[in-house]
């Protein structure tokens, strides 16, 4: 059975709502200490900017409530926001000190507002009462050009703020060239502080996500001139609420439904996908929307909507897989390699298609797949193992269809190979610790026998 991971406690704090600012059947005084933290966790929780504390609207409904309410400032607000967030780092970083392992994600993100660019570290653990944990570390920003070795400094001293550079179980990455260097220069910092696991085979962990995404975004550009007319149309038609207005018009008319085109983000295939989906259901509706809108010239002929289809057709399988490994409040180690597997199933399939677009989108495909999936990526397949529904019998299904024959049966060693390693390195580990707690049960036990001697002894002599 799946494990069952229970959901993160809710993060409101308990000391603010127990014991209640004001109970109407206790004698209780109205703490404004306490309210100014409740706000400030508000602000926090949905976003909210500063200043909202100061809206005539928000200090009328806090009168109404309680008379004694104390209007504050945006800048007290931002300060007891700040203290509401030191209070909790110094909570996690409490609660971050009994466990032993901890996996490093960071992605580079891009502030609209700013127009500058940062690094998000989160970590990934099992707490004590084995639930699946996440929690956001820092952002960090980090300037062009990003070097590996800046890139890795800005990681370590992250994790030294947090006590936690001995701790790190491996760091997962998109295949950017720089990332490469980084994660060799924090392989190097942490293998002199401590061993990584299975000789470090372990430590770099390539996000799968970011591959897929490479893949399609490869065959999107082989198919471009089939996807560019929807593509205009949806632009053509979100450009003016009136033009909108109409193209719901229609959709009402036809009984279609009430859901609206989806432009696509150049940088995330799955959105190509959305409006591709999106459309299709709407493909009545762009003819009629032509005779409304004389100057829409746009319009995808039937052929053009029929290969459409068959790109969804495959994109479907993407999504499908994509949403499945995407999950961070789950374990999704081990459905990595049955979900490859499937991506590799439908690439072979549509490579001998009888369209020509089809064939030319799923070389392109299948090219990035062996070029990123030709090293056997062993985090991945250790975690199906251990997946008492899969174990060995996964990998001689997948590895067959995934790598040839002599590469698949020299990988299926390896993956052995490291299986008894891990397993012996933990029995290391684990005889290790329990040395250490009887020497110093020993040690209690000599100690309190010594001591009873002693006042036995003194006992006799009196």
């Not at 994600?105 to 690094?119: A, C, D, G, P, V």
């Not at 502080?193 to 893949?215: G, T, Y």
């Not at 409304?292 to 969804?312: I, Q, S």
């Not at 030319?360 to 199906?384: A, I, P, Q, R, T």
């Amino acid at each position: 059975m799946t494990l069952n991971f229970q959901p993160v406690d809710s993060s409101v704090d308990v000391d603010i709502v127990s014991p209640p600012l004001l109970d109407p059947t206790i004698a209780a005084k109205y703490d404004h200490s306490k309210m100014r933290k409740a706000i400030a966790h508000w602000v926090l929780m949905h976003e909210h900017p500063f200043t909202v504390v100061e809206d005539e609207g928000f200090n009328f409904m806090m009168k109404m409530y309680n008379p004694a309410f104390e209007k504050i400032s945006r800048k007290t607000t931002k300060n007891d926001c700040i203290a509401v967030y030191d209070d909790q780092k110094k909570k996690l970083k409490n609660h971050l000190k009994g466990i032993s392992k901890i996996s490093i994600t960071t992605y580079l993100w891009k502030s609209q507002n700013q127009r500058i660019e940062y690094m998000v570290i989160t970590g990934h653990f099992v707490d004590a009462n084995w639930r699946l944990q996440k929690r956001v570390f820092n952002f960090v920003h980090v300037s062009r050009p990003r070097r590996g070795v800046d890139i890795a400094d800005a990681i370590y001293k992250c994790l030294k703020e947090w006590d936690l550079e001995n701790k790190v179980f491996t760091v997962s990455v998109d295949n950017a060239s720089y990332n490469d260097s980084c994660l060799r220069f924090l392989r190097e910092i942490f293998s002199r502080n401590k061993k990584l696991l299975c000789d470090e085979k372990l430590f770099h962990v390539r996000c799968c996500a970011h591959i897929l995404n490479l893949l399609v975004q490869d065959g999107l550009g082989e198919i471009g001139h089939i996807i560019e007319n929807v593509h205009e149309s949806v632009k053509y038609i979100n450009q003016y609420e009136a033009r909108k207005q109409t193209f719901s018009e229609i959709v009402q008319q036809l009984q279609l439904g009430t859901r609206k085109l989806v432009i696509d983000c150049p940088t995330h295939w799955n959105s190509t996908f959305e409006m591709l989906s999106c459309a299709l259901k709407f493909k009545d509706v762009f003819p009629r929307f032509q005779e409304r809108e004389p100057n829409y010239d746009y319009l995808p002929t039937p052929e053009e909507w029929e290969k459409v289809e068959k790109v969804c057709e495959v994109l479907d399988v993407f999504n499908v897989v994509t949403n499945i490994i995407s999950g961070s409040d789950y374990p999704t180690s081990n459905l990595y390699l049955s979900e490859i597997y499937r991506v590799k199933e439908i690439l072979n399939l549509k490579s001998m298609d009888e369209n020509d677009f089809i064939r030319g989108m799923v070389g392109k495909m299948k090219g990035k797949f062996d070029k990123y999936w030709g090293e056997c990526n062993l985090l991945m397949v250790v975690g199906s193992i251990l997946d008492s529904r899969c174990k060995l019998r996964l990998i001689e299904i997948c590895f067959p269809e995934i790598y040839s024959e002599a590469e698949a049966r020299n990988n299926i060693e390896q993956v052995l190979g490291a299986l008894y390693q891990l397993y012996n390195e933990y029995v290391t580990a684990y005889n290790a610790s329990s040395e250490h707690s009887f020497t110093q049960e020993n040690s209690s036990n000599r100690y309190s026998l010594s001591s009873s001697s002693n006042s036995q002894l003194s006992t006799s002599s009196v």
